[in-house]
């Protein structure tokens, strides 16, 4: 996908980033990159996204240099998603945004020498030696800006009141094994607030990117996110493909979509499993795990992996398809369309799970596209976020599917989605399962 380009300076950036906002709506900050540009400077890439009519661009900015320091004003007041996004920014760049509300390291220990993905930052084993010592914690943020006379202030910045609860939630396993904690602010019963603390297993994958070349880089891209694994390596070499000229045949096509849609499957029923086994209804949980452990199988005869795919490469599959691959996924669509319902039958029209899930945890269209809330939690709030329509790629315009949207904004809107979508799923596949047309696999 080939954007528009807008390059903005340091004096005029606050103003033309509001008129993106609020005069052209790009209401969506999809993710803010920050760079090393060599001579040029640190700087930061925004790529924004039109959710009215999905049109994207991007916005390159130079930071300036204030007293040894690189500061850009922050966005946080246009985009709420920026808050996180300004963070981690400074945390592996060491650029500085005047005016975000709480200017901390976010991934990083808050005693962390340096600055990571800067090009100059020593790598060397002697000057990373993991500490061996509690990290030190702060009740105090740093809140940057500017003087009359232009010098950079730090103004420090109290995290908690005197009277406030604070009770620490994790690190625990809302995602990957200890990647969250959340320090909570409570009066009484009531959230205040919640700081954040994330990169208990950071991995440092860009930086050891940054040593590889392009194809010895998939192997990290599954490692991403397991659940994912097919999508990220997708994303990786289609971006490489497009880059190079490369022309697929129809026959990598075909694999393709439909080893993501059986990737989505597995990753559906993982997070509806443990969305029932959360609530204490391990059956639920059991019959989500063995239907994906079929999926699973699949997938393997001709990956050869369960979690960790490797299958993807640039120009192409690793191997073919598995000479059972067809029969075995049209086997597993009959199978899978009752399992679906008997979810609902055991949990999902459970009284208990909808007096747990209805009406808790609501999240409108306007704050998930302010947030960057995407994938189902966004489509349950009415927002038509799905890259397989809003940009299509592979055969995801070749066939008919629909994309779920809900309007509940709830906990119980979010797992319908994830329900429904999994019919759709199953649509596209066997769309294509009985298609795939001959050619190479590899180019």
């Known amino acids: 996908m080939k954007l528009e380009n807008i390059e903005l300076s340091f004096d005029n950036f606050s103003g033309e980033m509001s008129k993106l906002k609020n005069q052209k709506h790009f209401d969506y900050l999809v993710t803010i990159i920050g760079e090393d540009f060599g001579e040029e400077g640190y700087g930061c890439i925004y790529i924004l996204e039109n959710t009215d009519n999905n049109e994207r661009c991007s916005v390159r900015t130079i930071a300036k240099k204030v007293d040894g320091s690189d500061v850009i004003p922050t966005v946080v007041d246009l985009w709420k998603s920026a808050e996180l996004l300004e963070r981690e920014v400074y945390d592996f760049v060491g650029i500085k945004f005047l005016g975000h509300p709480d200017m901390r390291r976010l991934f990083l220990r808050t005693d962390f020498n340096g600055y990571p993905l800067r090009k100059d930052f020593d790598m060397s084993p002697e000057a990373n030696q993991f500490p061996l010592t509690d990290e030190p914690e702060s009740d105090y943020t740093v809140v940057y800006s500017l003087d009359g006379d232009g010098h950079l202030v730090a103004t420090k910045k109290r995290l908690f009141d005197d009277d406030d609860f604070v009770v620490n939630i994790g690190p625990n396993h809302p995602s990957t094994h200890g990647v969250l904690r959340l320090q909570t602010v409570l009066d009484g019963e009531k959230v205040k607030r919640i700081y954040p603390h994330l990169g208990y297993i950071h991995r440092g994958i860009e930086k050891m990117w940054e040593g590889m070349t392009y194809p010895q880089t998939l192997a990290l891209t599954d490692r991403l996110n397991y659940l994912s694994a097919m999508m990220h390596r997708h994303a990786l070499v289609g971006v490489i493909e497009e880059g190079m000229g490369i022309e697929l045949s129809d026959r990598i096509h075909y694999i393709r979509t439909i080893m993501d849609e059986l990737q989505r499957i597995d990753s559906h029923l993982l997070y509806l499993g443990c969305t029932a086994q959360d609530l ?164």
Not at 360 to 370: F, Q, R, S, W, Y
Not at 395 to 421: A, F, N, P, Q
Request: hydrophobic share 30%; with cysteine; proline share 4%.
């Open 280 to 443: 204490g209804a391990l059956t639920a949980f059991l019959y989500c795990m063995r239907d994906r452990e079929h999926v699973l199988n699949v997938m393997e005869e001709t990956t050869g992996g369960r979690l960790i795919q490797n299958y993807y490469r640039i120009g192409g599959c690793q191997a073919d398809i598995d000479p059972k691959f067809v029969e075995n996924t049209k086997k597993l669509c009959k199978y899978l369309r009752p399992m679906i319902q008997e979810y609902l039958d055991v949990f999902g029209d459970n009284v208990i799970t909808h007096n747990r899930l209805a009406g808790v945890g609501p999240m409108g269209l306007e704050d998930c596209i302010n947030y960057g809330v995407t994938g189902p939690a966004g489509r349950a709030a009415g927002w038509k976020n799905d890259t397989r329509k809003r940009h299509p790629y592979d055969l995801y315009d070749k066939v008919e599917w629909e994309e779920i949207t809900m309007t509940g904004c709830d906990s119980m809107d979010r797992y319908y989605c994830h329900i429904k979508e999994l019919y759709q799923s199953l649509n596209i596949i066997e769309q294509l399962i009985d298609n795939i047309p001959e050619g190479d696999f590899y180019i």
